[in-house]
């Protein structure tokens, strides 16, 4: 059923028959995700969009409500929970996946990506076997403490809670199709750019 709208039954979707391919992006806080993705939606070579997530994190400074995050009180994401493609606790706060955008993306075979963490791709990989799972690394533990300290917005305690967080997430990892090095931003942005051509995501590989 590829290269058709995909099928919806009653409310059940099957989320591989849609034309857009979807790709989920994981990698430690500090790995530089939120840079990579950045760089990867102004490529002309990609036809990409990325999915806004839902939390409870109060925002940080200089982010914007609807277009880092959907920011939303606790009794606000559990009303809307049915309506999460995947979700997880992350360092204390509630994250999860609106799935209409990204179902009305992948229809139009726009390729969606989701910065989202390991707990939240494993559950994407249950319910969309057709997914990419891309897990960014940094060089070692010891480059990313550097980069959390230096990009300030942390205190001491969720600098440590973030840190253990990697070392677990990286662990959990060893299922995902792709791993990257963000060890050169130039050179990690054309490997996975890459990547993405070769998953569908490229111009011209439209449906
Ligand atoms: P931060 O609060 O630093 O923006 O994100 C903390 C962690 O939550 C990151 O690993 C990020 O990828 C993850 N995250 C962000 N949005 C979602 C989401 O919608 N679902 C899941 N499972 N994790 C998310």
């Known amino acids: 059923m590829r290269g058709t709208r995909g099928v919806i039954v009653g409310d059940v979707v099957d989320w591989s028959s849609l034309p857009g391919r979807l790709v989920v992006l994981s990698g430690a806080s500090g790995s530089g995700k939120s840079t990579l993705v950045r760089r990867l939606l102004g490529r002309p070579d990609l036809r990409l969009a990325v999915s806004v997530s839902a ?3 109060e925002p940080r400074a200089g982010e914007v409500h609807g277009r880092d995050y959907t920011f939303l009180s606790p009794e606000a994401f559990e009303a809307g929970r049915d309506d999460l493609l ?29 910065v989202i963490d390991v707990q939240g791709g494993m559950q994407v990989r249950a319910k969309v076997p ?40 990286l662990e959990l990892s060893e299922s995902y199709d792709v ?16 990547v993405l051509v070769l998953a569908g995501c490229g111009r011209g590989n439209e449906a």
């Not at 606790?89 to 969606?112: D, W």
């Not at 791993?179 to 890459?194: F, I, K, Q, S, T």
Request: with cysteine.
């Open 55 to 57: 939390t409870t994190r």
């Open 179 to 194: 791993h990257v090095v963000n060890d050169d931003l130039d050179r990690c942005v054309d490997e996975l750019a890459g």
């Open 86 to 114: 995947e979700s997880a606790e992350v360092h204390g706060f509630s994250y999860g996946t609106p799935a209409a955008p990204v179902r009305r993306a992948l229809g139009e075979g726009t390729c969606v990506i989701l």
């Open 130 to 169: 057709s997914a990419l799972l891309v897990f960014v690394q940094v060089p070692s533990l010891d480059e990313l403490e550097r980069r959390l300290r230096d990009r300030g917005t942390d205190d001491e305690p969720t600098i440590l809670r973030r840190l253990a967080n990697a070392r677990r997430e």
